[in-house]
Nanobody, 121 residues
Framework: VQLQASGGGLVQAGGSLSVSCAAS????????MGWFRQAPGKEREFVAE????????YIADSVKGRFTISRDNTENTVYLQMNSLKPEDTAVYYC???????????????WGQGTLVTVSS
């Protein structure tokens, strides 16, 4: 499956932004989908994961209560809604697909190219 992330941009602290990830192919609904982020000079960090059905969701503590993950299997798209953004949320955000479940990047077989989110103070 090929993944294309989009929707990044510049936003002020406290603001909101939604990023999306469109998948090609007809196998999107077979994969659990995750979002990761990587800030300059830092390791890639797990943000959120959603199961194939959308029923099971796993959110990192660092963004819990501010970020929401959702998916639309009819549109082959997964979304990350980010609210109450902070400067420390600045990073390149990546979507990824896995048949597993968890926060480890090695679990994810397919990755999008990333979209930059910059939060100004």
């Amino acid at each position: 499956v090929q993944l294309q992330a989009s929707g990044g941009g510049l936003v002020q602290a406290g603001g909101s932004l939604s990023v999306s990830c469109a998948a090609s192919g007809r196998t999107f609904s077979r994969y659990n989908m995750g979002w990761f982020r990587q800030a300059p000079g830092k390791e890639r960090e797990f943000v959120a994961e959603i199961s194939v059905s959308g029923v099971n969701i796993y959110i990192a503590d660092s963004v819990k209560g501010r970020f929401t993950i959702s998916r639309d299997n009819t549109e082959n798209t997964v979304y990350l809604q980010m609210n109450s953004l902070k400067p420390e949320d600045t990073a390149v955000y990546y979507c990824a697909a896995t048949t597993g479940w968890g926060a480890l990047p090695d679990l994810y077989r397919y990755w999008g190219q990333g979209t930059l989110v910059t939060v100004s103070s």
